[in-house]
């Protein structure tokens, strides 16, 4: 049977009757400057808009902090900086503890401090190898880095070690963590709503044909007739 | 949001592709006993040609005509979704008794469902759409709309025969309305559930007291919806600060018959089935009570079932209703379960295929075979009995007492209506149900809380709800939490050990994330939240790794996060600033001064012009706002076909009686200033305005101290300068009420030959204005015309036409994104996908 299809006007009803407002909205942008960290969009959204900001913006600022320093690279003041603000959030994580370790350890081979980097390795990061094979895989997987150095023969999996994809995810992760110990949401709202939205037209895509949106346009993709 | 645990789960597969053709032979097949004259023209050629006569008129006869046999297109009865507009989420209008009328609204809401696939005519107007008699037939595949059959849920086709009201025959009850149970107001679906057929009657009611919207939308534009195109309803949109949208438009004549969509109002069980019941069960009047009259049923064989007034809509997610043993007589031979209506009421609900049931005397469950299988304690006079369906899993679950006992059943169909049932064999046996209209004995709300959250970490953690045959089979041990009530329990076990990691955000959803945010606020011109968050985006990117060698250069392209710089000047989003932020003054700090915001980037020179037209607007300074349209966005002032323009000068008539009115109001003050301070000798001498009503002398009720203070009173003007004063000011208020007319006047001229009901109801709406002393607070129609809600309403508009006259998406892609997920999930509801019920977006992402 094929999939039956669901007429554009029908469609367009549906979205309509949706039930959203522009302080819903408001909210959900909200919730991602402060949990993505945009201090000071945050404070011009809550000014412009007239809402009330759910924490308080130092907070958003300590976070925007590390971030930054791990975009930089500078893993060392990102670890520092976690620390300053509530020790415990690395002691209970240590899976997120030798994320920030490898990814120090990528920044030294970035660098070409390869002694420094071996140094590193072996005192700082193959103790925690023994401790779980996840870990181990990991350390691995980075001191592959070494060997294939700056070829172009390595492999993806390798060479996005090296991205700022990578600085970006450990940044991420940290940035959870921290909004775990302060008991907010570790994620922005409007990530959930992108799984959500996905995991629905995935769905709905095994019943019936229907306008599959681009997201980050707004458009429209019309089943063919 | 908990750590939750990670479930590598497959989705449910959707099952019964071919269920439609098997359901309906076997309707086809199947005769019921009970009297159903009709059951010839359930034949699929029958169907495409009787609707008209098989209106539920016959219902009303004094015959027993059977409920079943007379409604065509949908399992459930439908009405339409206007109940629930303008209510807040989660609340319910209560059904109040001085507007119920059941009886009047099934008749009225019950022949929609002869048309439920192919008008989406929002409210009492249903029964009049000329959509009906053109489209007699649910089966009729007509040119205009060939996909009209495939697009109702699965289920509908079978539902013909099913489907109807009950005979108006009965004085009503309570029981045939109270408020949705608790435990389903949180399914995305509740605002279409509905135990209360008054509520239907009270949402059409309120469409019909909202004809604003809806007149302007019917004649601007014919097409039903179109949210993609430019929308004259600006209810649905954001950019309207307000509440909710009040009602969708009551485009009675607009809808084209292409129009697919459906039902939206399920109604839920009530009560028993006046009708579909075995004589041989009596019913009380409120509709709960079943009581086994007569011999008592000797033969292996027979038994006396009911059925419940409505089937169960899948779209709950999770259906769960209690029945208790009034008495269990002698023998105790009652059963508790569901079927199809197809099931013969002589037999006891499990006994028969499409019927399920649990057993009081030997505690046996039944799946439509006339052997059970060992399932719980038997059950007696006394004991409370709860069945649940759970769509999500396909399967049922019994509680008893309060107690949940476990899953069982499999493969529940989701497209074949299903009726709560029970079964009885002895005199003397009886039972009362409860639909929900009473609090229930088991805590369903915790359950259903259970299974939201974890369709909700599905979908969250690995795109998949959870895998049933994982989560939920293990009957032994998956639901012991149930026994403890303590669902969460079992949550903070499975956390606990559970893989942790949560999911990466990846390069592309994040700059996705980016693009979203910066087009919505730079739709609804937040220029310094928008300045600020491009310059901090542009600054995380200057903080990329350098690349040092060919690889990590390479590196850095493939894994860029930011589109690349457009040249298209068209673009709605400026990704050239996103890139090549930091070349323009890079982050800085806030600056509260908005003319800081650089003027060499032509987005951000068009969000300040845009922006400045809308605070205007807002302002109520429409002459601003009009000449900046007509310098900057001349096309823009054409939007709606001269509507906009017809409806910011409109507005500027509306400013000019305002201004003339505050006007009049401060003379009233100046003259009761005057009043008190020469209390006894000249009071209202100089009462000069003469469109004053005089209630301004009147109003000296409470001097206030101030004016009767000596020292006030010495420094007050003299008598003779106050008149003087109030002279003045009434001259001033007079000539502002004259400027008023006259432009209202001119307008009225320019418009004469505009004959659009959209323009003459406008029109008559904002001369009205000027009858009132104080339009903006004087409520209603009037105040909602006058207020500051109306103008950043036309600023919303006025807004919307910019951008589209820009070649803009006329809504954010936020918003647009917001209702696509809600779309795609009601639709899920629709088709049956228990799942989609507990994916409650509203409230995990926007009220948690």
Not at chain 1, 77 to 101: G, S
Not at chain 2, 324 to 332: D, F, N
Not at chain 2, 359 to 380: E, I, M, N, R, V
Not at chain 2, 685 to 705: F, I, K
Request: proline content about 8%.
């Amino acid at each position: 049977m094929p999939a039956p299809k669901i007429l554009q006007e029908e469609w367009e009803r549906r979205l309509h009757d949706v039930n959203v407002t522009k302080q819903d909205l408001n909210r959900l942008v909200m919730d991602y400057l402060v949990i993505e960290g945009y201090k000071t969009a945050a404070e011009e959204f809550s000014r412009e808009t007239g809402m009330d900001a759910p924490v308080d913006f130092e907070s958003i600022e300590s976070r925007m902090n590390i971030r930054e320093a791990l975009q930089r690279g500078d893993v060392g003041d990102a670890i520092t900086r976690v620390n300053d603000l509530n020790p415990e959030i690395l002691d209970t994580n240590p899976a997120l503890y030798f994320r920030l370790q490898q990814q120090k350890l990528i920044e030294h081979i970035r660098q070409g401090n390869t002694d420094e980097a071996l140094r590193f390795a072996q005192e700082e990061l193959a103790p925690r190898g023994e401790e779980s094979p996840e870990f181990l895989s990991e350390l691995e997987r980075t001191m592959a880095l070494l060997a294939y150095e700056s070829s172009p023969l390595a492999p993806p999996a390798i060479r996005e070690l090296l991205s700022p994809a990578q600085r970006m995810k450990t940044a991420g992760e940290v940035n959870s963590a921290i909004l775990e110990s302060l008991s907010q949401g570790k994620e922005a709202k409007l990530v959930g709503l992108l799984r959500l939205l996905s995991w629905g037209e995935s769905m709905l895509g095994e019943h019936a044909a229907f306008p599959k949106l681009n997201m980050s346009e707004g458009t429209f993709t019309y089943p063919s007739k | 949001m908990t750590t939750r645990p990670s479930r590598s789960a497959s989705i449910p597969s959707p099952s019964g592709a071919s269920y439609p053709a098997v359901a309906r032979s076997l309707d086809i097949n199947f005769s019921i006993p009970f009297t159903r004259p009709g059951a010839a023209e359930t034949s699929p050629r029958a169907r495409r040609t009787s609707t008209v006569s098989r209106s539920p008129v016959r219902a009303r006869g004094p015959s027993t005509s059977p409920v079943r046999s007379t409604h065509l297109s949908s399992s459930f009865p439908i009405s339409l979704p206007t109940m629930n507009r303008g209510v807040a989420p989660g609340q319910r209008p209560q059904a109040s008794s001085s507007t119920f009328q059941p009886r009047i609204v099934r008749q009225t809401s019950s022949p929609a469902s002869h048309h439920d696939t192919t008008a989406c005519v929002p409210g009492p107007a249903v029964s009049s759409s000329p959509t009906r008699v053109r489209r007699p037939s649910l089966g009729v595949h007509s040119a205009p709309a060939p996909t009209i059959v495939r697009s109702t849920p699965p289920y509908a086709p079978l539902a013909s025969p099913f489907a109807g009201p009950t005979p108006p025959s009965h004085a009503t009850t309570h029981a045939d309305g109270f408020p949705l149970p608790a435990y389903l107001q949180h399914s995305i679906l509740s605002d279409h559930l509905c135990t209360d057929p008054a509520q239907i009657a009270q949402g059409s009611r309120s469409t019909l007291a909202a004809p604003y919207p809806g007149v302007r939308a019917q004649t601007i534009v014919p097409a039903s919806y179109p949210y993609l195109r430019r929308s004259p309803t600006p209810a649905m949109d954001s950019d309207s600060e307000g509440t909710p949208s009040p009602s969708p438009p009551p485009e009675t004549q607009a809808i084209p018959t292409t129009t697919v969509l459906a039902p939206l109002t399920l109604m839920l069980p009530t009560r028993w089935n006046e009708q579909d019941r075995n004589a041989l069960l009596s019913l009380t009047s409120d509709g709960c009570d079943l009581s086994f009259s007569g011999p008592s049923c000797t033969g292996e064989k027979d038994a006396a079932a009911a059925r419940a007034n409505h089937p169960i809509p899948p779209a709950c997610g999770v259906y769960y209703f209690e029945v208790e043993i009034l008495s269990s007589g002698s023998k105790g031979h009652i059963s508790i379960g569901f079927s199809a209506d197809s099931v013969r009421l002589s037999r006891i609900p499990g006994w028969e295929a499409r019927s399920w049931g649990y057993h009081a005397d030997d505690g046996y469950c039944f799946q439509g075979a006339k052997d059970g299988s060992s399932y719980g304690p038997t059950f007696g006079t006394g004991d409370v009995i709860g069945c649940g369906i759970d769509f999500a899993v396909q399967r049922a679950f019994y509680t008893k007492n309060g107690i949940f006992i476990k899953h069982l059943f499999d493969n529940i169909p989701t497209n074949t209506p299903l009726f709560p049932s029970v079964g009885m064999r002895h005199s003397g046996e009886s039972i009362r149900v409860n639909f929900g209209a009473t609090p229930f004995r088991y805590a369903i709300e915790d359950y259903v809380r259970m299974r939201k959250d974890k369709v909700w970490d599905g979908i969250m953690r690995d795109g998949k709800d959870w895998d049933p045959s994982k989560d939920i089979d293990d009957e032994s041990g998956g639901m012991d939490v149930d026994e403890e009530g303590s669902p969460d329990v079992k949550r903070v076990l499975v956390e606990g050990v559970g893989k942790k990691a949560s999911p990466v955000v990846d390069a592309e959803t994040r700059a996705t994330l980016h693009k979203l945010v910066l087009s919505y606020l730079e739709h609804h011109g937040y220029a310094r939240t928008a300045r600020a968050f491009r310059s901090q985006v542009a600054r995380d990117n200057s903080l990329d790794p350098l690349p040092l060698a060919p690889v990590k250069r390479e590196d850095a392209m493939d894994t860029d996060d930011y589109p690349k710089p457009s040249t298209s000047g068209s673009k709605p989003i400026s990704i050239s600033s996103l890139v090549h932020g930091p070349t323009h003054g890079g982050y800085d700090n806030a600056s509260s001064d908005f003319d800081d915001l650089d003027p060499s980037d032509p987005e951000t020179r068009d969000l300040q012009m845009r922006l400045s037209i809308l605070n205007a607007v807002r302002a109520g300074d429409i002459d601003r706002a009009l000449e900046g349209l007509h310098t900057h966005y001349p096309s823009a002032a054409e939007a709606q076909e001269g509507l906009l323009l017809f409806r910011l000068r409109c507005r500027k008539f509306v400013e000019l009686v305002l201004a003339a009115s505050a006007a009049f109001r401060r003379v009233k003050d100046a003259e009761k200033d005057a009043a008190h301070r020469d209390a006894g000798a000249e009071m209202g001498a100089d009462g000069a305005a003469p469109e004053l009503d005089g209630e301004g002398a009147m109003d000296v009720d409470d001097p206030s101290p101030e004016a009767l203070s000596p020292s006030v009173l010495g420094d007050a003007p003299t008598g003779a300068h106050k008149s003087a004063v109030v002279a003045s000011l009434s001259e001033i208020a007079k000539s502002a009420l004259h400027e008023a007319l006259a432009y209202g006047q001119g307008l009225e001229a320019d418009y004469k030959a505009d004959n659009r009901p959209t323009v003459r109801l406008h029109l008559r709406r904002t001369f009205g204005v000027v009858a009132y002393d104080d339009p903006e607070n004087a409520g209603g129609d009037v105040g909602a015309m006058a207020g500051q809600e109306a103008r950043v309403e036309l600023a919303g508009e006025v807004n919307q036409a910019i951008l589209e006259s820009q070649g803009r998406p006329v809504h954010p892609a936020l918003e647009t994104l917001y209702r696509q997920t809600g779309a795609c999930l009601v639709h899920l509801g629709l088709n049956g996908t228990g799942a989609a019920a507990y994916a409650d977006a509203r409230q995990e992402l926007l009220e948690s």
